[in-house]
């Protein structure tokens, strides 16, 4: 079974409250999920969306961790090792 070995790389919390992606923000454009960066806290939009923000920040910035802002949510997903996963708190 596929295993991440990037969890030292997640160093902030998943937001509380968020506007919504931050590039589409800035561009006018609509998303259609929400994750965070788990590295550096930038909110980005799903594959799914149109611009697919969170894994182009992934791949640009070298940040292989995101967590889904769905609510309901709590999985994340390693971009380097396209596995899925919980992170515990704490
Ligand atoms: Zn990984
Ligand atoms: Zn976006
Ligand atoms: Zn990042």
């Known amino acids: 079974m ?3 070995t990037h969890l ?3 160093q902030v919390d998943p937001p ?4 919504g992606c931050e590039e589409c923000l800035r561009i006018g ?4 999920h929400l994750r965070v960066c788990r590295t ?3 909110v980005g939009c799903c594959d799914s969306s149109p611009n697919r923000h969170a894994s182009k920040h992934a791949a640009a910035e070298e940040h292989p961790i995101v ?3 769905e609510p309901g ?6 971009f380097v090792d396209e596995v899925a996963f919980v992170v515990e708190p704490g």
């Open 29 to 32: 454009g609509t998303w259609v």
């Open 73 to 78: 949510e709590d999985w994340s997903w390693c």
């Open 16 to 19: 509380e409250e968020f506007a």
């Open 2 to 4: 596929a295993t991440c």
């Open 67 to 69: 967590t889904s802002l």
């Open 40 to 42: 550096c806290g930038k």
């Open 8 to 10: 030292d790389q997640i």
